[in-house]
C-alpha cells in the first residue's frame, strides 16, 4: 500500500506538472499572439518602397478618447488622434471607419491607431451591423458637432474639406451605403474598403436587401482590396453561383470597379495569400497611402496608385491591379 501511495503521489504532481506547463503554454502563447496583433504592421511584409512607408507607424504619438452614443446601434463613438492636437493651429483630416460583422472598433483599435500615427483624427462606433450605412452617418454627424463644440478636444480641429471613409467586410458594404445612400454622404472626398461583402449576399432569397448596394451612385476616389485566401475568393467564376461563393470574390472586385463610372479615380487589388481577416491590417500600408494622398496632397503617397508606373500595379504582394487613373 505505501509503494501505491508513492505511486499514486507520483501520478499526481506529474499530472499538476503538465496542467501547468499546458496553462504557461497558452498563457505565452495568447501573449505572443496579442503583441503580434498589436504590431501587426511589424509583421506585415511590404515589399513596395511606398507599401513599406504607410505600412510603418507615422511619426505622432496618439490618444484615444469615448464618448458614450444616445442609441442602442452605436452604443460607444471612438477617437483615436494626434496627442500634440491641442497645441496645434492646423486642421486634420477625419477618417470615420465602418465594422465588419459582429466586430466593433475596438477590434480594430490598433488599425485605427495606426492611421492616426499618421496625423489623422480616425473615428468609430461599436456597431456590428454596419451595411445600411446608417450609425456611420450618425458618427460623421457626431464628429461634425465636436468640430463645433468649444468644449470639446475637437473644436475648430476637423478639416471638413477632407473626410474619408472606410470598412471592413460587412463595413465595406456599410461604407458605400453610407456614401450612396446617407444624407451626408456628399461629406466624404475619398473612400476604402478591404473584403466589402459581395452583392451576392445582398439578394432578397440569400441575406436580403440590406445587404445590397449601388456603386454606380459612386462620385469619389474609390480604392477597393481584397484576399485571394478561400474566405474571401471562394471558388466563383460567375455572379451568381449557388456553391463556392466567397464573401469579396474577384468577380465582385471586377463588377464593382467596372460599375463606377470612368470619370472617377478607382483602383482594385487583391493581397496575395492572405485572407477575408487579414484585409483590414495587412492592407493598412496601401490604406494609409491613399487616404495620405486624396486627404492630406501626399505626391509620394500618390505615386503607389497613379502616374507612369504605379508601385501597386508592379507589387508582387499583389495581383489583379485596375487603375482607372482620372485625376
Same mark, same amino acid.
Not at 446601434?73 to 486634420?92: A, Q, R, T
Given at each position: 500500500?505505501?509503494i501505491?501511495?508513492?505511486?499514486?503521489?507520483?501520478?499526481i504532481? !506529474? &499530472?499538476?506538472?503538465?496542467?501547468?506547463?499546458?496553462?504557461?503554454?497558452?498563457?505565452?502563447?495568447?501573449?505572443?499572439?496579442?503583441?503580434?496583433?498589436?504590431h501587426?504592421?511589424?509583421?506585415?511584409?511590404?515589399?513596395?518602397? &511606398?507599401?513599406?512607408?504607410?505600412?510603418?507607424? %507615422?511619426?505622432?504619438?496618439?490618444?484615444y478618447?469615448?464618448?458614450?452614443?444616445?442609441?442602442?446601434?452605436?452604443?460607444?463613438?471612438k477617437?483615436w488622434?494626434?496627442?500634440?492636437?491641442?497645441?496645434s493651429?492646423?486642421?486634420?483630416p477625419?477618417?470615420?471607419?465602418?465594422? %465588419?460583422?459582429?466586430? !466593433?472598433? /475596438?477590434?480594430?483599435?490598433?488599425?485605427?491607431?495606426?492611421?492616426?500615427?499618421?496625423?489623422?483624427?480616425?473615428? #468609430?462606433?461599436?456597431?456590428?451591423?454596419?451595411? !445600411?450605412?446608417?450609425? !456611420?452617418?450618425?458618427?460623421?454627424?457626431?464628429?461634425?458637432?465636436?468640430?463645433?463644440?468649444?468644449? /470639446?478636444?475637437?473644436?475648430?480641429?476637423?478639416?471638413?474639406?477632407?473626410?474619408?471613409?472606410?470598412?471592413?467586410?460587412?463595413? #465595406?458594404?456599410g461604407t &458605400?451605403?453610407?456614401?450612396?445612400?446617407?444624407?451626408?454622404?456628399?461629406?466624404?472626398?475619398?473612400m476604402w474598403?478591404a473584403?466589402?461583402?459581395?452583392?451576392?449576399?445582398?439578394?432578397?432569397?440569400v441575406?436580403?436587401?440590406?445587404?445590397?448596394?449601388?456603386?454606380?451612385k459612386?462620385?469619389?476616389?474609390?480604392?477597393?482590396?481584397?484576399?485571394? #485566401?478561400?474566405?474571401?475568393?471562394g /471558388?466563383?467564376?460567375?455572379?451568381?453561383?449557388?456553391?463556392?461563393?466567397?464573401?469579396?470574390?474577384?468577380?465582385?472586385?471586377t463588377?464593382?470597379f467596372?460599375?463606377?463610372?470612368?470619370?472617377?479615380?478607382?483602383?482594385?487589388?487583391?493581397?496575395? #495569400?492572405?485572407?477575408?481577416?487579414?484585409l483590414?491590417r495587412?492592407a493598412?500600408?496601401?490604406?494609409?497611402?491613399w487616404?495620405?494622398?486624396?486627404?492630406?496632397?501626399?505626391e509620394?503617397?500618390?505615386?503607389?496608385f497613379?502616374g507612369?508606373?504605379?508601385?501597386?500595379?508592379?507589387? /508582387?504582394?499583389?495581383?489583379d491591379?485596375r487603375?482607372?487613373?482620372?485625376?
Amino acid at each position: 500500500m505505501h509503494i501505491i501511495g508513492k505511486v499514486a503521489k507520483v501520478i499526481i504532481v !506529474t &499530472i499538476i506538472v503538465i496542467v501547468v506547463v499546458i496553462i504557461a503554454a497558452i498563457v505565452i502563447f495568447l501573449a505572443v499572439a496579442g503583441y503580434r496583433e498589436s504590431h501587426y504592421y511589424n509583421y506585415a511584409k511590404p515589399v513596395g518602397k &511606398i507599401e513599406k512607408k504607410y505600412t510603418a507607424l %507615422g511619426d505622432k504619438q496618439v490618444s484615444y478618447i469615448k464618448y458614450d452614443a444616445a442609441d442602442k446601434m452605436s452604443k460607444e463613438f471612438k477617437v483615436w488622434y494626434p496627442s500634440d492636437i491641442d497645441k496645434s493651429d492646423k486642421k486634420y483630416p477625419l477618417v470615420i471607419m465602418v465594422n %465588419g460583422t459582429g466586430y !466593433t472598433a /475596438s477590434h480594430y483599435k490598433e488599425v485605427f491607431n495606426h492611421l492616426a500615427s499618421w496625423d489623422f483624427i480616425v473615428a #468609430g462606433n461599436e456597431d456590428g451591423q454596419t451595411r !445600411t450605412g446608417a450609425s !456611420t452617418a450618425e458618427l460623421l454627424e457626431f464628429m461634425l458637432k465636436l468640430n463645433e463644440d468649444s468644449s /470639446s478636444p475637437f473644436y475648430g480641429k476637423i478639416d471638413t474639406e477632407n473626410i474619408g471613409v472606410g470598412g471592413h467586410s460587412q463595413g #465595406g458594404v456599410g461604407t &458605400i451605403n453610407a456614401v450612396t445612400n446617407q444624407i451626408n454622404g456628399n461629406m466624404y472626398k475619398a473612400m476604402w474598403t478591404a473584403s466589402a461583402t459581395s452583392t451576392y449576399w445582398g439578394q432578397d432569397d440569400v441575406f436580403g436587401s440590406e445587404w445590397s448596394y449601388d456603386v454606380s451612385k459612386i462620385n469619389i476616389p474609390y480604392l477597393m482590396v481584397a484576399g485571394t #485566401g478561400y474566405t474571401d475568393a471562394g /471558388s466563383a467564376e460567375d455572379i451568381n453561383p449557388h456553391e463556392g461563393q466567397g464573401i469579396c470574390p474577384l468577380w465582385s472586385l471586377t463588377t464593382n470597379f467596372d460599375n463606377i463610372s470612368n470619370d472617377v479615380p478607382k483602383v482594385m487589388g487583391r493581397l496575395k #495569400g492572405r485572407d477575408h481577416g487579414d484585409l483590414c491590417r495587412f492592407a493598412d500600408g496601401y490604406m494609409t497611402a491613399w487616404f495620405m494622398y486624396w486627404l492630406k496632397g501626399d505626391e509620394e503617397a500618390g505615386k503607389a496608385f497613379f502616374g507612369e508606373n504605379p508601385e501597386m500595379a508592379t507589387n /508582387s504582394n499583389w495581383q489583379d491591379v485596375r487603375i482607372n487613373d482620372v485625376r
